[in-house]
């Protein structure tokens, strides 16, 4: 089992910055690929981001590209989400989830194929 706990979540103003922080207990996080997912209200869940257990390769979905960063930090078992120049449409509730296995690139893309999810922390921003 790995139990993942998001923080960093809150309310800021379009074109502001957050940083989502996903602390990892359990087993040994560097078995790990880590992802980044949010559902807004009424919505399907969707992918955001993704990183390799390593972390010298990253995924980004076209919307975030250019304005996110994923990264992690094995030693602290957590993975980031830097957050930059924040859109309205960018509100929604924020998962971290664990990947054990990728047998393909799509597979970092699929909410459906990761093993382990946080609670999610609200991301909200006004206009």
């Known amino acids: 089992q790995v139990q993942l706990v998001e923080s960093g979540g809150g309310l800021v103003q379009t074109g502001g910055s957050l940083r989502l922080s996903c602390a990892a207990s359990g087993r040994t996080f560097s078995n790990y690929h880590m992802g980044w997912f949010r559902q807004a209200p009424g919505k399907e869940r969707e992918f955001v981001a993704a990183?390799?257990?390593?972390?010298?390769?990253?995924y980004y979905s076209d919307s975030v590209k250019g304005r996110f960063t994923i990264s992690r930090d094995n030693a602290k078992n957590t993975v980031y989400l830097q957050m930059n120049s924040l859109k309205p449409e960018d509100t929604a509730v924020y998962y971290c989830a664990a990947l054990q296995g990728a047998r393909s690139l799509s597979t970092y893309y699929s909410s459906s194929e990761y093993n382990y999810w946080g609670q999610g922390t609200q991301v909200t921003v006004s206009s």
């Open positions: 990183i390799n257990w390593s972390g010298d390769r990253t």
